[in-house]
């Protein structure tokens, strides 16, 4: 009689225990979703970490931003437009997998703002000053003289890969003034205001200009490694005959090439950034 209770006991509790594992669980969230559904319900948690961010060393800036550069429509003073006048048209298309496009949302807390960029520029001209890049007489850069414009620079395959720079240029409102000593196109970073290209009218003839001094002073102020001359032997690199080119290193086994040139009867002094 006790063996056959036990029986029947462990019998009910085994069927027991199957109803509940196949009903329970459905009929428990049931029960919480009607304690939860159309209210709201607060609840304090603990700050999450702002996560792993890659950060782009400076050679690898240089580098994205020289691929986007040569993706588009160069910018050039109006001396090197007129000589690539013609081929202009070739350059509109984009290349390869890098994009440069005009951004025109308001930059993020960590970006130079349209109202900095000009402050910025100017602390920049005067670095170079002091570096012994620039002459003392390069005038300093104004609002109303100047078009500034936020651009993004992006490796289309590799998003992270990206860097945001202002263009500022001489505007076409000044066309008849005299440029003199004045800055006519740069890229500064949006981020650490530094001079990444430009070209400037200076009294200085080419015969005046240390090119590699130049070179040297600039990548200590950009951060960047020791530069190695670029080897070539073709004259028809540029358009003007007066210039000297560098290689450093980019990402990977990339490099970047930067120029130190002249244009001459014009006088203007630039620095530039190609792949």
Same mark, same amino acid.
């Given at each position: 009689?006790?063996?056959?209770?036990?029986?029947?006991?462990?019998?009910?509790?085994?069927?027991?225990?199957?109803?509940?594992?196949?009903?329970?669980?459905?009929?428990?969230?049931?029960?919480?979703?009607?304690?939860?559904?159309?209210?709201?319900?607060?609840?304090?948690?603990?700050?999450?970490?702002?996560?792993?961010?890659?950060?782009?060393?400076?050679?690898?800036?240089?580098?994205?931003?020289?691929?986007?550069?040569?993706?588009?429509?160069?910018?050039?003073?109006?001396?090197?437009?007129?000589?690539?006048?013609?081929?202009?048209?070739? #350059?509109?298309?984009? +290349?390869?997998?890098?994009?440069?496009?005009?951004?025109? %949302?308001? $930059?993020?807390?960590? @970006?130079?703002? &349209?109202?900095?960029?000009?402050?910025?520029?100017?602390?920049?001209?005067?670095?170079?000053?002091?570096?012994?890049?620039?002459?003392?007489?390069?005038?300093?850069?104004?609002?109303?003289?100047?078009?500034?414009?936020?651009?993004?620079?992006?490796?289309?395959?590799?998003?992270?890969?990206?860097?945001?720079?202002?263009?500022?240029?001489?505007?076409?409102?000044?066309?008849?003034?005299?440029?003199?000593?004045?800055?006519?196109?740069? #890229?500064?970073?949006? +981020?650490?205001?530094?001079?990444?290209?430009?070209?400037? %009218?200076? $009294?200085?003839?080419? @015969?005046?200009? &240390?090119?590699?001094?130049?070179?040297?002073?600039?990548?200590?102020?950009?951060?960047?490694?020791?530069?190695?001359?670029?080897?070539?032997?073709?004259?028809?690199?540029?358009?003007?005959?007066?210039?000297?080119?560098?290689?450093?290193?980019?990402?990977?086994?990339?490099?970047?090439?930067?120029?130190?040139?002249?244009?001459?009867?014009?006088?203007?002094?630039?620095?530039?950034?190609?792949?």
């Amino acid at each position: 009689m006790k063996y056959r209770l036990k029986i029947t006991v462990f019998i009910l509790f085994a069927l027991t225990s199957m109803v509940l594992s196949i009903w329970g669980p459905e009929a428990l969230a049931r029960y919480q979703d009607k304690g939860t559904l159309n209210e709201i319900h607060a609840s304090t948690v603990e700050d999450a970490g702002e996560g792993y961010s890659y950060k782009l060393n400076a050679n690898e800036k240089l580098y994205i931003l020289s691929r986007c550069l040569d993706s588009q429509a160069m910018p050039e003073s109006e001396q090197n437009a007129m000589l690539h006048f013609g081929d202009a048209a070739s #350059y509109q298309e984009w +290349e390869g997998s890098y994009a440069f496009v005009a951004n025109y %949302r308001s $930059p993020s807390g960590k @970006e130079i703002t &349209d109202e900095q960029i000009y402050e910025t520029c100017n602390k920049a001209i005067d670095v170079l000053k002091e570096a012994g890049i620039l002459p003392e007489s390069v005038k300093e850069v104004a609002p109303a003289s100047y078009d500034a414009i936020l651009y993004s620079a992006i490796d289309i395959l590799e998003p992270r890969n990206n860097i945001a720079v202002w263009k500022l240029s001489l505007s076409n409102s000044q066309k008849n003034a005299n440029k003199e000593n004045r800055l006519i196109d740069a #890229y500064i970073g949006a +981020e650490d205001g530094k001079l990444y290209e430009f070209y400037v %009218r200076t $009294p200085l003839l080419w @015969e005046d200009i &240390d090119a590699d001094y130049v070179i040297e002073e600039w990548s200590s102020y950009m951060g960047l490694g020791a530069p190695q001359p670029y080897e070539s032997d073709n004259p028809l690199l540029e358009t003007t005959p007066f210039f000297k080119k560098y290689v450093f290193s980019g990402m990977g086994e990339e490099r970047t090439i930067v120029t130190v040139g002249f244009y001459e009867g014009i006088n203007e002094l630039f620095l530039k950034i190609s792949h």
